[in-house]
């Protein structure tokens, strides 16, 4: 009997840990953790925040842009901008978290990201205060007829930063970002790659064992139980691409592999981040919800590796650690 127990405890031990809450309203959420406490920033009035001890019982924090101290240049910028900012990616370097998020309004494809910067996530910490850094790319310079929203930063292992970006909107865009300042490299004359033409939003980047692993969504967002959102990859040696699917055929010709689909209860699944503690690579996205009324609900998921070494959402054994 004492055996059995054991074997039982080390399979448990073995499995890693994962929250997937059935009643956290959230959209495009993206999660990070300073010390003991994870923080989920997601579209919202000001970019709203939530804060927990182990994933799973989440708290409203007060909003990254405070009601009436907005930038400025949100406004001029995007006339139709009224405080709804989208999308926003986050990561901590140079000491500090840089948090890059969507300035735009529905179906104004005249879009913005901007940057805020913060010493702490933390609201009780004397230090803590949110920094307008300004506007980083708008749909002037990030590339001809693209919607400028749902950023993502990679930092290479290099040390280059370069910021993703883009919509179904004449696809995906990749620029580099200058280390010092997380602005673009080159202001005036921004070397804009096309990633793809027409697949896409909400696009991340990780890296496994030497490639680079792309993720967007496709299908139709924002419509309760009649979302078709899902998400789908491809892969590169190179962070500039072109990147594949698993036939070899390119993003930029619309090919793709796909990741995470729905089902009944959640039939639009997108919007994907990921977050990486210790050994495990965790999927953070929101799912359109059946029993939830449609209503967009947090979904936080250990992700695998499959024999071809591509990630998977398929038990297989084999956790990701993916570096982002």
């Known amino acids: 009997m004492k055996k059995i127990f054991l074997t039982i405890l080390a399979v448990l031990i073995s499995v890693p840990f994962f929250a997937q809450p059935s009643n956290v309203p959230v959209h495009d959420p993206v999660m990070i953790k300073e010390g003991d406490t994870y923080y989920i920033f997601s579209t919202g009035n000001g970019i709203d925040v939530k804060s927990s001890k182990d994933m799973v019982n989440w ?25 709804h900012l ?15 998020y969507s300035v ?7 879009s913005s990201i901007g940057l805020a910067t913060n010493t702490t996530l933390d609201p009780e910490s004397p230090d803590y205060k949110w920094v307008d850094e300004g506007k980083i790319i708008d749909f002037r310079n990030g590339g001809e007829g ?3 929203i749902d950023p993502n930063v990679f930092v290479d292992e290099d040390g280059r930063v370069y910021l ?19 602005k673009l490299l080159d202001e005036k004359n921004p070397d804009v790659t096309v990633l793809t033409t027409s697949l896409g939003e909400g696009v991340f980047l990780i890296k496994h064992d ?22 789908v990859m491809g ?15 390119s993003w930029v010709d619309n090919h793709f592999t796909m990741f995470l689909e729905g089902d009944y209860e959640e039939p639009g699944r997108g919007h994907n981040r990921f977050f990486t503690e210790g050994d495990t690579t965790y999927i953070v996205y929101h799912a359109y919800t059946r029993s939830a009324d449609g209503a967009s609900l947090l979904n936080i998921k250990p992700v695998y590796i499959d024999n071809d070494g591509w990630p998977t959402m398929e038990n297989t054994g084999k956790i990701l650690k993916a570096y982002h």
């Not at 993720?215 to 959102?229: D, L, M, V």
Request: net charge positive; with cysteine; proline share 5%.
């Open 59 to 83: 708290k409203k924090e007060e909003s990254v842009f405070k009601r009436g101290e907005l930038p400025s240049w949100h406004k001029d910028d995007i006339p139709e901008q009224k405080g």
């Open 146 to 148: 693209v919607n400028v």
């Open 164 to 182: 993703l970006y883009g919509s179904y909107k004449a696809g995906l865009r990749l620029v580099e970002l200058d280390p010092d300042t997380g």
């Open 210 to 231: 030497g490639y680079y692993y792309i993720f967007a969504s496709r299908g139709k967002c924002c419509a309760g139980i009649e979302s078709t959102y899902h998400i």
């Open 104 to 110: 735009s309004a529905w179906m104004n494809f005249n």
């Open 86 to 100: 989208w999308a926003p990616d986050i990561h901590y370097r140079n000491g500090k978290y840089y948090l890059y």
């Open 235 to 249: 892969r590169s040696k190179d962070i500039k691409g072109p990147y594949l699917n698993k036939e070899g055929e």
